[in-house]
Each structure stands twice: as structure tokens, then as C-alpha cells.
């Protein structure tokens, strides 16, 4: 069934710029998403299992308003504000590109959770509670008309979709969270950045606002947001997180983190590339190019080399989230073109949710059966399951772009942007397309891969075969809407993926040039042969080395740079503790303390009571000296100390002065003694070292202590002396 | 907003005097009646609130209250309450009465309960008289009123560490005083007067201008826990018992931060600061106090002292607020001083409840609490995504307006510090939250068994903690978002525009 393009878009629809209309509508829808998750909640709370019938039919609910939305929206958009709400007012939009990936998330929404209702065992509730969460700020992601209500419900979607990925609650779940979660809120903290930057050019934070950024504060806030989003969407060199969190997750969680959820980085990511002026457009499409051709590259390198099912199709979700964002490139660089670039872009986001979000089940089925996730142990592990097989064999022809598949379609209008680019004369371009269909031809080979493991090698054991009815209808669903989008890509690029392109700005002259992309046209099979072949033949020589291979990877990897990240971080903080226990005033308390111990020893020396002492001394000398000078006792002397000679008494005048000075020497001598002793023995008794020395008898301590300060006297006298002497030389 | 009108009003001393009066009535009744002051004391407090709440109507019609006391007290005390002094005082008496309220379980069975509750009552007379204070004399008085019999509830343990902590905070609040008092005498010398409200007292730059600026910087930065006088904070908050701790580190913290912003506006006034650049200093000490209190806060894994010093690092974000001068960063700044008081009692008592439930104070033995005391924890995560910043929470708002009040005032770099913040409570609020409910320690939390071991807190102590845990979300998520208005015309007011 060869369908041209031009046979399904009789004419291409010219759109013009439409003022919103004011209304409930978009509100409407969010506020029926946020009140399903209480009832969710209370029907888990009622009885366990009705938590998975309630969150099936809210997404169910949810899914049939927006297709009815999808058909009946005009081509204005339907605008909501409220204002006031968190400070700044929410804006909501029923835009065409916000519905696009609203549908295509709730579509694998519903999907995910019937599948979910017989695999999730433990904790059935809080799982299905923010699970139905997790889709209401998907919703109002979407339906979001503004960036500022875009980072809102970004920050919901990332903080509710932590606990699927730690839903299994073991140490690897948790590891796999963290990360998951604090990059997610470094991501909304570079968003809040970007933000902050934009309103400060603009003014405001308008998804089109009248002046176009530019300059270095523009590149900013354009590299600010996009940087936040790359963390979401799993960019190298932001990607190292995705196959960790991912499979850590239960497997239908998974498939809505790979699906759905790392789409809503995409549509950020092609929303701030819209803000761009057309001179630095050119710039940013070359930068975005090259992460993407490195984004695809490397995650379907490390895809082909992984073991673990789960991590595998985590690293083909890197890949092709590579191959994405290589048409959102193409579409800023083709600059008024770029409408095939965009719509190559977004057929692969719808291609991709479905085809990831039904291996991912898929696999979850083959796990229930076979509870391993290794390739090697998983050899014909799904060979009694017939439906899955057959749904298994086209989700994966449609990641590996085999014709007549939706993958395919999306692939090829990736490549003719890329052509086209090239046609153009953007330079670099040739090498571009040649890493793409390399890229391509990895997709291939690891999609094969999985097939022949799981499907057509030979079993190790018997395994019981059969699926639930609840499997079959999915297997049968997802690969019929794959099938569906595979054999009439036209139909649904027209009917789906061009208004959402025309919602993004991209006029009517680039959307009829998406008329002559032949699908089925002979050069497009061509191309899309030639990785398919390649692909195959790397598969075969992989098969036959048993996939023994010895990437030159380096040695060390973005885990290591987090490890160290972290690592720094906490040595900071360390510093920071250390730091602030020198802030402690403690010292100040020591230092006091013991400044005021010196001056209570300072203070005895000025004690009163030794003046005191002192000053009685020098009155009782005063008064025997005072004494002896009396003349009167002079002469009455022999009859005071009774001395018997009269003769002895007239011995003369010199004779008594000499016996009075005697006495007063005698004094003195006594009061400097006394005095020093005095000191001393406060030495002694305030130093215990020398009292236990001083066992001798008291009296010679007194002798040694007159000793020590005649000693002292005599050296401080000739210190006096030497430096008078030094000081007058001078 | 130029056209405010004063409007004369007893209203301001009567919410003073009241818990005042009743501090000393709940004393003595506690002699005899434990029960009766129990509820005394919560009537006292309810009564402030709606004293506080009765000035709306004036406030709202653009009103400012003027009451002077000379009848009352000798001493030349006046009240002026405008948008920003009622609206600290009604959010502090709101969570003072919800922490008396959580009081009468928690401390059942304590010892020292009567001066427990006489002086809980007592710091609140302080707090109402610091944010309605008129003058910057009766703003001292209040200050010491509430800041010295606080060291009462910080003993209240009387263990060793508990009169270490409380003589570390005497003596550096004594300090803080001297350097107040230092400044109040200078800005006299200056201006002739002490009245706020006015566009500011002190004409011109001097050096004894600075000196003045300074000692307020010291004296208000003791109190708000600035870095590096926040030393005493770490110790004091988290010996205390959790309603005490609650409201040193929701309400009475913020009472250093006020009495900046009054000083910083209306005492030297945006012209003569603009013009010396002397804000640039209280800038670069409150980033210090964000990134130091923040980063100290990943180190510890007690988990009162982890809130401790996480109150220092949104004291940070307060300070950096009024230090970046331009329209937006104050709202954001007098909404900050809302959303954090809510959000961090919410978190001590929170705390509180942990502690008294499980016994555990260790943040690592945390695993599977939130099985347990799922209502509390629920409201604990609420509290710190509000404090982290997270949509759809207060801080969020207040964040934002913060950082674009950076953009505003042309210094974009310090939005930079917010969004480190920001990280950092990240870094540190969410372990709590992740090890409460999705630690493997948990009890195998299988369908319907979470219920099985439920030992949630006396309905007494919860219903405060949700109370404040919905201050969190309510406001932020109704379109009448009624302190953010008040915010946004304190801000203008204060700017005089």
C-alpha cells in the first residue's frame, strides 16, 4: 500500500496566527487530572485493587476528552488564566502541539496502567496515586501557556515521577533516585534561571514574545532552559542517569518514564529554541546537531552492548531522543523551512512513546514469566507467547526504521531534514548524515538483537507459555496502532503531527514542502536500506563473537564525575562545619577566663592589707627609731634597762649613739626580713613544687629565703646599673 | 500607598498588655490550677490574635494605628502598627497560639511547666511589642522584653548542655543590646528623635553614621542569626523543647531581621543608603549566612539541629531580601518572613512529634516513619518543599520574587546565591522525607498494611502541625493571595512609593 503524502493533503492547511480565545476548557482537563489523584488515593484506601480500575479510568477519561478536544478544537487556541496563583498567575493554552503530546502521553497512560494493574504486587496504591499525579502535571505540562506554568508542572512531573522510580525500594532503586532527583532539581533550578534571565529581557515569560532573543543575555537564558531540559531528556552529556533510573523503575513505570515522561525535556527544549532570533538560530541549530548525532551515537553504542533488557532499552531511548532532537536542529537551522525538520522531530516523539512504551511492557511480560532481565539467560525466553512476539517483532521494525513501519516514516522525514540542511549549504552537514544512518544502522542491530534473543533462539528450559487477556488486548492494541501508523504514515503525519508543527509557527510554504516527501518513493526506501543492511550485517558479526566485544570506551564515565561532584560537595560542607566551630565563641570565654584569672593574681599584689602590713612595719620602726632618738630616754637609759654601773653611764655620748644605731640596724635588718619572708613564703604556698621542697626547719628557710633576696636585690641593682650605664653611652 | 492616614487606636496596647498582664496571671493561677492556666494561657494567646486581627480593617483601608502609652507608662512608649508590623504580629501570635495549643500535650507530665508557660506567654508580649513598636526605644524595650526571658524556655531542660547553650545566648543577646542601645543613642544624637515611620533620621554619611549603621548591623544580625554571630542559634534551638524551639526559630529569630528592615528604611532611609553603599556589607554577610548556615546544614543528623541551622540559612535569604533594595525583593522579603515562620514551626513541631512518638532524633534512624506518623511526616514534607522552594509552596513565591528583585536591583549574581540555597535545602530536606517513606527499613509496606502500625501524635498536637502545613499550600494556591498582598504594600511602604 504505497501512499504518497500528496495523495492524503489535498490542500496544505495555511493557518493563520490566531488570537487565543479565552475559556475554561484546558483548566477544565487539569483540574479533572488533579482530582483524580485523591480518588485514586481513596479508592486504594477503600480496597486495594480499585486504586489500578480508578487510575485506568481516569486515564481513560482523560485520553477520550482530549481526542474530542483534538477533533473539535478550532484553529484558535482556547486560552485560561489564573491569575494570582503563585504569586504570578498560571496560563493555560489548548494548543495544537501541547495536545499532540498531551494524547500521546495519556494514550500511553492508560495503556501503562492496565498493564500496571496485574504487575505492580507491593504498594499498589501509592503507585497508582502518583502515577495519576505524574499525568496531571504531564497535562498541565502541555497544556501550559507559558514557560512559567511549564516550570511548575515540570517540577510536579519530575517529583511525582521519583517514586515510580523508587517503587521497588531497594538500595539500587534508591541510588537510581537520588540521582534522578537531584538532577531533576539542579534541571528545574537552570530552568528557574533560564526563567529569571527571560523575564528580565522580556519582560515576561511568553512562549512567543515580541521581541526575539538575542545577545549574550538572550544566548543565557535560551542555553539556561535548554540546559534543564537536556537534563529531562537525557542529552549526552546529561544521559548517565537515564539507565540507572529507568530500569530501577517496575517495568510498565518504565515504559511511561521512556515513553512519555523524557518527552516533556523534547517539548521544552523545542519551545525555547522558538524564542532564538534568526542570527543565533544558526549557531544553536549547529551546537544542538552535534550533541544530538553524539547523543545518538553513543546511546546506540552503549545499547548494543548492554546485557540488561531494561538498560538496553533505556540506552535506545538516549539513542533515539538523539535522533529527536537531530530534527529540532534541522528545523532551526532550515529557519523558515524547518517545518520538515520539526515534523520529523515530533512523528518520532509519537513513534517513539509507543514503540519504547510497548517493548517496555512487552519485556515487563517476558519478566513476569522468566523474572531475569539478562539477555544471556533470557534465550527464547518469550517463545510460548505468541502476540507478544508478533507485537514485540513491530515495535521493534519500527525502532529499527524498517519500512513500512511508523519509525520508518518518522526516520525518513529525519533525513530528508538533513538533506535538505545539507542542500542548503549549512556546513558540516555531509558528516552529519553519514553519523545518522551510522546511528541508524546501530538501532538496527540491537533491535535485532533483542528479537533473536528473546524470540527465536532456543530456549534453555520450558517455560510456561499463555498470555492474560489483559496482555493480549494490549499486545493486540499497541501493535495494531503500530501497524496502523506504519502502513498509512501520510494519514496520520497530516492528521496529527502538521497542525502541532503549524501550532509551533512554521507557515504554510514549509508545510507544502512536507507534500513531497514520498514515504514509499523509491529513494526514501533506498535510504532507509542502507543502515538496515549495515545494521544486519553488524548483528551477524556480532552473533558470531556472541557479543564479546571490547568497546574503546573511556575510562571514565559522567557516574564518575557525579561520584566526584558529590564527593566535593560533601568535603565542602565538611569545611563549612569546620569553619563555623572556629565562629564558636567559646575562645572568647577561654581567653576571658583566663585574663581574668591574671588580673585576680595582679589584684593581690595591689591587696590593702599587705600596704597595710607594710605600712604598720614602717610605723614601728619609725616609733623605736623615734624612741631611740629621745634624748630624755637617752639619759634615763641606765635606770630604764637597769644598767648597774654609773660609771658606764658617763661613759660618753659616742658610746650610746654607737649602741642606738646598733639597734636600729638590728631593726631594719628584722623588717626587711620579715618583709621578704613574707613574700617569699606566698611563693612558696602558691607554687607546691617548692613547699614540698622546703622541709627544712623554719628557720633556715627564712635564712635561704633572706639569701634568694639579697641575691635578687643585689642583681636587680646591677641590671639599674648597667643600663643607666648602656642608656647614657648612648 | 502615599496616602496613609493615622488613625489614633488603643488596639496595639491592649494586644501588648494583654498577654503581659496575663503571663504573671498564668503564674500565679498555675500555683494552684495546672489545667485552668493551661487553657488560660491559650486563651491569652487566641485573644492577641484576634487583637491583631481586629487593626484589619484600619490596615486594609490604608490606615496606619497610632497609640502613645504615656498614660499607661511613663517611660514615652508608643505603638504604630502599619502593614508590616501587623502582619508579623497576627502571624506571630497565630503560631504562638498554635504552639500553646501543642504545648498542652507535649509538655504534660514535664517538670517546671509553670514557668514554662508564663514565660511562653511572656516572649509573646515582647514579640507583639517589637512589631508594633513606634519608636526605636519601645522597639528595644520589647526586644529585651522577649529576648531575656527566652533564655528561660531555652533551660528549660536544665541539663548541662541545655545552661550552656542558654549563657551563650544570654551573654551574646546582652551583647546584641549593648551595640542596640550604642546605635539608638547615636541615631538620637543625630536626628533628635526615635520614631519610626518616617523616610529616615539620620541626614547625612559620617563616620559616626556607619559606626551607628554597624551597631545595628551587630545588635539585629545577633539576632537574626547572621553570620558569624549566628553562633549561639545552633546550640540554643534545638535544647530548647520543640513549641519553644518552634517559635525561636519561627517567630523570634525574625525579630532581628525586623528590626533591620525598620532601621534600614526608616532610620537611614533608602536615599542615604543608596548613596554610601553600606547595604553591600549586610549583602555579602547574608550570602555568607546562606551558604554557611545552608552547607553546616548538610553535616548534621540531628534533626533539630539541621532546622537550626537551616534557620540560618533562610535568615540569609531575609537579609540578601532588604539588602537588595529594590520593590520587588522586599515583597518577597516581608513574604519570606511569613513563609518561613510557617513553614519552620511546621518543622518543629513536626520534630517534636518525632521525638516524642519514636524516641529518635537521628535522621538516619528515620526509616519508615512515615508509615507511622503519616499525617505528621506528610506535613513535614510540605514544609520543607516550601522551605526548599519547590511549586506549588510559599517559598516558591517567595524565591522568585526574591530573585527577581536581584534582576530588578541590577545585581542578577545574588539570585545565583538563592538558587544555591535553594539546592542546598534540597540536599538536606529531602534525605528526611525519602528515608521516612521509602527507606527499606520501613515496614514492608505492602497494600493496606501501612495501617498497621499507626501511632500518630494527640489530635492536640497535630492539628497545629496541619494547620501550618496548609499555611504552606493554601495561600500560594489561591488566587487571593492575602499576605502576599500585605507584602507587596509593606514593600511599597516602605520604599515610599
Redesign the interface.
Known amino acids: 500500500m504505497l501512499v504518497s503524502l500528496t495523495d492524503c493533503l489535498p490542500t496544505a492547511p495555511v493557518i493563520p496566527a490566531a488570537s487565543p480565545t479565552p475559556g475554561m476548557l484546558p483548566l477544565v482537563v487539569l483540574l479533572a487530572a488533579l482530582v483524580a489523584v485523591p480518588l485514586v488515593a481513596l479508592a ?1 484506601a477503600w480496597r ?1 485493587h480499585r486504586a489500578a480500575d480508578l487510575g485506568l479510568v481516569a486515564a481513560l477519561t482523560l485520553l477520550g476528552t482530549l481526542a474530542v478536544l483534538w477533533v473539535t478544537a478550532g484553529e484558535s487556541q482556547v486560552a485560561s488564566r ?7 498567575g498560571l496560563d493555560f493554552a489548548l494548543h495544537r502541539p501541547g495536545l499532540m503530546f498531551a494524547l500521546v502521553s495519556t494514550g500511553l497512560w492508560a495503556a501503562a496502567t492496565a498493564f500496571a494493574a496485574g504487575y505492580v504486587s ?5 503507585y497508582f496515586v502518583f502515577s495519576t499525579l505524574c499525568l496531571a502535571g504531564n497535562l498541565g505540562f502541555y497544556l501550559a501557556g507559558d514557560f512559567f506554568t511549564l ?2 508542572f515540570f ?2 512531573v519530575s ?1 511525582a515521577s521519583y ?1 515510580l522510580v ?1 517503587h521497588e ?3 539500587e532503586a ?1 541510588a537510581a ?2 540521582l534522578y ?2 538532577l531533576g ?2 534541571g528545574g ?1 537552570s530552568i ?2 533560564g526563567l ?2 527571560l ?2 529581557i522580556t519582560g515576561g515569560t511568553a512562549f512567543a514574545p515580541e521581541v526575539k532573543l538575542a545577545g549574550r543575555a538572550g544566548g543565557l537564558a535560551v542555553a539556561l532552559l535548554v540546559l534543564g531540559f537536556a537534563v529531562k531528556a537525557g542529552l549526552v552529556p546529561l544521559h548517565f542517569w537515564l539507565p540507572r533510573a529507568h530500569p530501577a523503575a517496575p517495568t510498565p513505570a518504565s515504559a511511561l518514564l521512556s515513553g512519555v515522561v523524557i518527552k516533556t525535556g523534547i517539548y521544552g527544549i523545542a519551545r525555547t529554541l522558538g524564542l532564538l532570533a534568526a542570527d543565533q538560530a544558526a549557531v544553536a541549530g549547529q551546537l544542538v546537531l552535534w550533541v544530538a548525532a553524539a547523543t545518538m551515537l553513543l546511546g546506540g553504542t552503549l545499547a548494543l552492548c548492554e546485557v540488561n533488557v531494561k538498560r538496553l532499552l533505556a540506552y535506545s531511548s538516549v539513542s533515539q531522543i538523539g535522533f529527536i532532537t537531530c530534527g529540532l536542529a534541522c528545523a532551526l537551522l532550515l529557519a523558515d523551512d524547518g517545518a520538515i525538520g520539526m515534523a520529523g522531530a515530533l512523528f518520532h516523539v509519537f513513534n517513539h512513546a509507543f514503540f519504547k512504551g510497548t517493548l517496555f511492557m512487552l519485556v515487563g511480560m517476558v519478566y513476569l514469566r522468566a523474572h531475569r532481565l539478562e539477555l544471556t539467560s533470557l534465550r527464547g525466553a518469550g517463545r510460548g507467547l505468541p502476540l507478544v512476539g508478533a507485537a514485540f517483532l513491530v515495535a521493534a521494525a519500527g525502532m529499527a526504521g524498517v519500512p513500512g513501519s511508523g519509525g520508518y516514516a518518522s526516520k525518513t522525514l529525519l533525513h530528508e531534514a538533513l538533506v535538505e540542511a545539507a542542500h542548503i549549504g549549512v556546513p558540516g552537514l555531509g558528516l552529519a548524515e553519514v553519523l545518522f544512518k551510522a546511528a541508524a544502522a546501530l538501532t538496527v542491530a540491537y533491535a535485532a538483537r533483542l528479537c533473536y534473543v528473546l524470540f527465536i533462539s532456543r530456549p534453555e528450559e520450558r517455560r510456561p507459555g499463555g498470555e492474560r487477556p489483559v496482555e493480549q488486548g494490549l499486545t493486540l492494541g499497541l501493535g495494531g496502532l503500530m501497524l496502523a501508523v506504519g502502513l498509512r504514515p501520510g494519514l496520520w503525519l497530516e492528521r496529527l503531527v502538521l497542525p502541532a508543527v503549524t501550532g509551533l509557527g512554521y507557515g504554510g510554504k514549509a508545510i507544502e514542502h512536507l507534500g513531497h516527501v514520498e514515504f514509499f518513493g523509491l529513494a526514501a526506501i533506498k535510504g532507509a536500506l542502507w543502515p538496515l543492511a549495515l545494521g544486519l550485517a553488524l548483528f551477524g558479526y556480532l552473533l558470531r563473537r556472541d557479543f564479546r566485544v571490547a568497546l574503546p570506551l573511556p575510562g571514565w564515565s559522567m557516574a564518575r564525575v557525579v561520584t566526584a561532584v558529590t564527593r566535593g ?2 568535603a ?3 569545611l ?2 569546620r ?2 566551630a572556629m ?3 567559646s575562645w572568647v570565654a577561654r581567653w576571658g577566663g583566663a585574663l581574668c584569672h591574671l588580673v585576680g593574681r595582679l589584684d593581690t599584689i595591689f591587696d590593702p592589707a599587705r600596704a597595710l602590713r607594710y605600712g604598720e612595719d614602717a610605723c614601728r620602726i619609725a616609733r623605736e627609731f623615734d624612741a631611740a632618738m629621745d634624748p630624755e630616754r637617752a639619759l634615763f637609759r641606765p635606770e630604764v634597762e637597769g644598767a648597774p654601773s654609773g660609771v658606764d653611764a658617763a661613759a660618753g655620748w659616742p658610746a650610746r649613739w654607737f649602741d642606738r644605731l646598733a639597734h636600729a640596724l638590728r631593726a631594719f635588718g628584722g623588717w626587711v626580713k620579715s618583709a621578704v619572708s613574707d613574700a617569699l613564703g606566698q611563693v612558696v604556698r602558691a607554687d607546691p613544687t617548692l613547699g614540698e621542697k622546703s622541709e627544712a626547719p623554719p628557720g633556715r628557710m627564712s635564712l635561704m629565703n633572706l639569701n634568694v633576696a639579697g641575691m635578687m636585690i643585689v642583681s636587680v641593682v646591677v641590671v639599674a646599673l648597667l643600663l643607666l650605664v648602656v642608656l647614657s653611652g648612648r | 500607598m502615599s496616602s496613609t492616614f493615622e488613625i489614633a487606636s488603643c488596639l496595639p496596647v491592649v494586644a501588648v498588655m494583654l498577654p503581659l498582664v496575663g503571663a504573671a496571671a498564668a503564674y500565679l493561677v498555675g500555683l494552684r490550677w495546672g489545667l485552668l492556666r493551661n487553657w488560660l494561657c491559650c486563651a491569652v494567646t487566641a485573644g492577641s490574635l484576634a487583637l491583631c486581627l481586629a487593626m484589619y480593617p484600619d490596615i486594609a483601608r490604608g490606615g496606619v494605628l497610632v497609640a502613645r502609652a504615656a498614660v499607661l507608662l511613663p517611660l514615652g512608649i508608643s505603638f504604630r502598627v502599619d502593614v508590616l508590623g501587623f502582619l508579623l504580629a497576627t502571624v506571630s501570635a497565630a503560631i504562638w497560639f498554635l504552639a500553646t495549643l501543642y504545648s498542652l500535650e507535649y509538655m504534660r507530665g514535664e517538670h517546671g511547666v509553670n514557668r514554662y508557660y508564663a514565660f511562653l506567654v511572656l516572649t509573646l508580649a515582647g514579640s507583639l511589642g517589637t512589631f508594633l513598636a513606634g519608636d526605636l526605644l519601645t522597639l528595644f524595650i520589647f526586644f529585651e522584653l522577649m529576648s531575656l526571658p527566652a533564655a528561660v524556655l531555652v533551660i528549660h531542660e536544665e541539663t548541662q548542655e541545655a545552661v550552656r547553650a542558654a549563657l ?1 545566648y544570654l551573654f ?1 543577646t546582652i551583647g546584641g543590646s549593648l551595640f542596640f542601645f550604642f546605635s539608638m543613642v547615636a541615631t538620637y544624637q543625630f536626628a533628635g528623635s526615635v520614631a519610626l515611620g518616617g523616610r529616615g533620621l539620620v541626614g547625612e554619611a559620617s563616620t559616626l553614621a556607619f559606626l551607628t549603621f554597624m551597631g545595628f548591623v551587630v545588635a539585629f544580625g545577633i539576632k537574626a542569626g547572621m ?2 554571630l ?2 549561639w542559634l ?1 546550640d540554643a534551638h534545638p535544647v530548647a523543647p520543640s513549641p519553644a524551639s518552634a517559635l525561636l526559630s519561627g517567630v523570634m529569630i525574625k525579630t532581628g531581621a525586623y528590626g533591620m528592615l525598620r532601621v534600614m528604611y526608616e532610620i537611614f532611609g533608602l536615599d542615604l543608603l543608596r548613596q554610601t553603599g553600606w547595604p553591600s556589607v549586610l549583602l555579602g554577610l547574608s550570602v555568607a549566612t546562606i ?2 548556615g545552608s ?2 546544614a ?2 548534621q543528623f540531628d534533626l533539630k539541629r539541621r532546622l537550626a541551622y537551616s534557620s540560618v540559612g533562610q535568615m540569609g535569604c531575609i537579609l540578601l531580601g532588604m539588602s537588595l533594595m529594590s520593590e520587588r525583593a522586599l515583597t518577597g522579603d516581608v ?1 519570606h518572613f511569613f513563609a518561613d515562620a510557617v513553614a519552620k514551626s511546621c518543622l518543629f513541631l513536626c520534630a517534636g512529634v518525632i521525638m516524642k512518638e519514636t524516641g529518635k532524633r537521628d535522621i538516619r534512624q528515620f526509616g519508615g516513619i512515615g508509615h507511622r506518623l503519616p499525617i505528621t511526616m506528610a506535613c513535614f514534607a510540605i514544609a520543607a518543599f516550601t522551605l ?1 522552594g ?3 509552596f510559599n517559598g ?2 517567595s524565591k ?2 526574591l ?2 528583585g536581584a ?1 530588578d536591583a541590577g545585581m ?1 549574581g545574588y ?2 546565591a538563592l ?1 544555591a540555597s ?2 542546598l535545602n ?2 538536606y530536606y ?1 534525605p528526611i522525607v ?1 528515608t521516612a517513606f ?3 527499613a ?1 515496614p ?5 498494611a501501612g495501617r498497621r502500625r499507626l501511632a500518630e501524635a494527640h489530635p492536640t498536637m497535630l492539628a497545629p502541625i496541619v494547620v501550618l502545613a496548609l499555611g504552606c499550600a493554601v495561600f ?6 492575602w499576605p ?1 498582598r500585605l507584602s507587596e504594600t509593606a514593600a511599597r511602604l516602605l520604599l515610599r512609593r
Do not use: W
Open positions: 486504594g486495594g489564573v491569575p494570582g496563583v503563585l504569586g504570578q507491593r504498594a499498589r496504591t501509592r516550570f511548575v517540577e510536579l517529583l517514586a523508587v525500594q531497594d538500595e534508591l533516585g537520588r532527583l537531584y532539581i539542579l533550578l528557574l534561571g529569571l534571565v523575564g528580565s560537595g560533601e565542602a560542607c565538611r563549612a562545619e569553619l563555623d565562629l564558636d565563641p | 551563650k551574646m553570620v558569624p549566628h553562633v545552633p551558604l554557611l552547607m553546616v548538610v553535616t513574604f526548599v519547590i511549586p506549588p516558591f513565591i522568585l520574587q530573585s527577581l534582576f542578577p539570585a545565583l538558587l535553594s539546592m534540597a540536599v529531602l525519602i521509602f527507606d527499606r520501613a514492608a509496606a505492602a497494600n493496606g500560594a494556591l489561591s488566587s487571593e493571595n502576599l
